[in-house]
């Protein structure tokens, strides 16, 4: 028998019994082969735009905090209910665009977080994000996150791309619900008005895809539009004047032109908005009055300056940019959205009193009728018929006649702050149209003087003040406006009372006058 290592291996390997344990052997990692690469597939998670988020919290608790202290955008994580509804759908591409952190800076952050507290290796798979297809209220969250990230001073250009690349289809109504929304939490309307035309450079790509629907004559949006084609006419006049101080009579002739955009601006408040408003849709128009009166400011100061020839080209370019952004606003944001949520009878209850405030420069065309005329008859209703009174017995009629003929302009506000009534008499100091009734009293005057009207209510309310006055000059006359509670005989507040009168005359009364001398 042969004792050396060799003689004892080749005898042992020759054996019968060891070839067979090792085909055994050989077969069983065949069958095991598969799972043990199954196992480290699974061990060593895949890092893509398509990773869902809960799974990796799922398996990796510890990157919640993380991610927290990587950027506090992702506090969302920390939100029970967030994590129950969107949470479950979230993929790293989508919190990627919410959060504004690139999955180029995402993905190695968590890679190399997870290497460090586990050993884990995640493979990171570089594919094509952002061709999910969002839902409305995620793009909404994503264009939030886009005008947050503008305030907190954000790179435009950055922001720019994020938004061309991932938000292709934003509709013009998602874009007022996200300013909506942004008020609702917090966010001041006057913050929002001074990014405004950085908001609009962010989603012009996009906007300039949305074409304006084809209106039929006599629709208000197309007698918006003429006037906007209108006042594109002026403007591009105003552009050529090439020396400012030869042509001065030009230049203030065309400003005074341009006034006529007041009334267009007037019929969008008092007609259009109040409707939206009607519709829960308030923060857009708030934001849009404020930018009318810093227009309706630039126009003052502008045609001031003509008069004394001390007009600069800045300001009279910075006029024309102010006009031309409004323009490009209300076409593809501000049209676009109300033909979207307003019905045929709303549109009705907008055109019905536009005639009392005018038109800029044009007059509308015939043509549009409404499907439905359920609000024509509802503003017929009720003409007819009387009503005793104190001290007499009047018709329907004869009140109205009575408050129309008044020397001074009436406004009757409710003491739930709603307009009831305004005295339609032909030459009213101040325009108002039917779009103000039922609206409330804080949204008929601009954003700036909200505060003063709320002080006013709440002294009338609370009894310290009965009486607030206020006098004015304008366009050569002195006007006197006064405020008044109204109050039952219990001395119950009622509501508010608004008069206005020219008294230019009267304060240049002397001696007397007796009715014998008529």
């Not at 999910?132 to 720019?160: F, Q, V």
């Not at 829960?280 to 003509?306: C, F, N, Q, T, Y």
Request: hydrophobic fraction near 40%.
């Amino acid at each position: 028998m042969d004792l050396t290592l060799q003689g004892v291996l080749t005898a042992t390997c020759s054996s019968p019994i060891f070839l067979s344990r090792v085909n055994d052997a050989v077969r069983l990692a065949g069958l095991l082969l598969p799972v043990i690469i199954f196992l480290k597939k699974e061990l060593s998670m895949e890092l893509s735009s398509k990773t869902k988020v809960t799974e990796l919290l799922s398996k990796y608790p510890f990157l919640r905090e993380f991610l927290i202290r990587l950027d506090p955008q992702f506090k969302a994580l920390d939100n029970p209910v967030m994590m129950k509804t969107l949470g479950r759908v979230a993929t790293l591409g989508r919190v990627s665009m919410v959060t504004g952190v690139s999955l180029d800076k995402l993905m190695p952050a968590i890679a190399a977080e997870v290497k460090s507290r586990t050993n884990d290796v995640l493979v990171i798979r570089k594919d094509a994000a952002g061709d999910e297809n969002y839902a409305p209220e995620e793009r909404i969250g994503i264009l939030k996150g886009i005008i947050r990230d503008l305030h907190k001073g954000a790179d435009r250009k950055t922001l720019t791309e994020r938004f061309q690349k991932l938000i292709r289809d934003v509709a013009p109504t998602e874009i007022a619900q996200m300013e909506q929304q942004l008020i609702a939490e917090g966010m001041p309307e006057e913050e929002i008005k001074k990014l405004c035309d950085v908001h609009v450079e962010v989603f012009r790509v996009a906007l300039d895809k949305k074409a304006m629907p084809g209106m039929p004559a006599g629709h208000p949006v197309h007698t918006y539009m003429l006037e906007n084609r209108q006042a594109e006419v002026v403007l591009t006049q105003l552009e050529h004047i090439e020396d400012l101080r030869t042509d001065r009579k030009r230049l203030a002739e065309l400003v005074d032109t341009l006034f006529e955009i007041d009334k267009h601006f007037l019929r969008k408040e008092n007609q259009l908005f109040p409707v939206l408003e009607s519709k829960g849709i308030s923060g857009p128009s708030k934001v849009m009055w404020a930018l009318h009166d810093d227009i309706r400011a630039m126009l003052r100061d502008v045609r001031e300056k003509a008069k004394s020839d001390t007009v600069k080209p800045l300001e009279l370019k910075t006029l024309i940019t102010m006009l031309r952004d409004m323009i490009y606003k209300e076409e593809h944001i501000l049209f676009p959205m109300t033909l979207d949520t307003l019905t045929d009878d709303d549109w009705l209850k907008v055109m019905a009193g536009e005639g009392e405030i005018g038109y800029s420069w044009v007059e509308p065309e015939k043509g549009w009728q409404p499907v439905s005329a359920a609000t024509q008859a509802e503003m017929m209703a009720g003409r007819i018929g009387s009503m005793n009174l104190d001290t007499g017995q009047l018709t329907q009629e004869q009140v109205n006649l009575l408050l129309t003929h008044l020397p001074v302009d009436i406004s009757y506000v409710s003491e739930n702050d709603e307009v009831l009534y305004y005295s339609n008499t032909e030459e009213r100091i101040f325009p108002r149209s039917p779009g103000i009734i039922g609206r409330k009293v804080q949204n008929c005057h601009p954003p700036k003087s909200v505060d003063v009207v709320e002080k006013i209510l709440h002294e009338f309310k609370t009894g310290s003040k009965d009486t607030a006055d206020f006098w004015i000059q304008m366009r050569g006359r002195f006007i006197l406006i006064r405020y008044f509670a109204v109050r039952d005989r219990e001395g119950k507040y009622r509501g508010c009372l608004e008069v206005s009168q020219d008294v230019t005359d009267i304060r240049g009364l002397s001696g007397e006058k007796r009715l014998l001398d008529w």
